[in-house]
């Protein structure tokens, strides 16, 4: 059976959403609360972190939009925040992409002001450090990433991989991360499975804050 145009459960590799889209998708579901992440990995991981953390989003009133990039923040607060539908906002972003954030933030009436001092934590957004790939595989190192791409029957691929010219001498970790970041669907496909592999007490801390920071 075909689900719902109005459902985020099946991220997959497709384009992301328009503000226009996200409010008919916030509206008909009528959540309370909007979490703006750049792009479906980003909303995999998350949806899987709520699941193991036992917490039912659809059911709170909580939807995660992929947003197509920190660029695009601003029209969807425009649309989604105080100026908008009014529904509470968080979002997750990679730390490079923090100064759109908050000039995002800004220009839609949802901070006071975009100089480098601004906290963006304290809107609801908060950082990977570089992204989600770097962070779940420093949390999970190295050895248990390859244990998830063994299950998935990805470690033959990956040994291929580290064997291309360009990615000898680099470390496992950045050959890791390349190799996830190498198929739209792979990344959004380990989003899920790296936060299920995970022990609780390791989650990267803006993921966590990120979702607490909507808990009712």
């Known amino acids: 059976m075909t ?15 328009d503000a226009d889209a996200a409010c008919r998708l916030v509206s008909a579901a009528q959540a309370r609360a909007a979490i703006l992440v750049e792009g ?38 425009q649309a989604l925040g105080p100026r908008g539908l009014g529904v509470r906002l968080a979002g997750l972003c990679d730390v490079a992409e923090l100064p759109h954030v908050r000039r ?21 957004f908060y ?5 989600l790939e ?6 999970l190192g190295t050895a248990a ?3 998830v791409l063994d299950t998935e029957g990805e470690l033959v691929s990956f040994r291929r991989f580290q064997a291309q010219p360009a990615q000898r001498g680099r470390d496992l970790h ?23 592999a995970l022990h609780l007490d390791r ?12 808990h009712r």
């Not at 689900?3 to 959403?17: D, I, K, S």
């Not at 975009?114 to 609801?124: Q, R, V």
């Not at 950082?127 to 992204?131: H, M, N, R, T």
């Open 145 to 147: 990433v390859q244990r």
């Open 134 to 139: 770097d962070e779940l595989i420093r949390a």
């Open 127 to 131: 950082a990977c450090d570089a992204d």
């Open 174 to 196: 950045a050959q890791l991360r390349r190799f996830l970041g190498t198929r739209a669907g792979r990344k959004v496909r380990y989003g899920a499975l790296l936060v299920d």
């Open 3 to 17: 689900p719902p145009a109005t459902t985020l459960r099946t991220p997959g590799p497709r384009p992301p959403l």
């Open 40 to 77: 479906w990995s980003d909303q995999a991981a998350l949806e899987a972190l709520a699941r193991r953390r036992g917490r039912d989003l659809p059911a709170e009133g909580i939807l995660v939009v992929p947003i197509g990039g920190a660029t695009n923040v601003q029209r969807f607060v």
């Open 104 to 124: 995002g933030l800004e220009r839609a009436g949802a901070a006071a002001r975009t100089d480098a001092s601004t906290d963006t934590e304290h809107n609801g």
């Open 203 to 214: 989650v990267p801390p803006a993921l966590d804050r990120t979702l607490t920071h909507v």
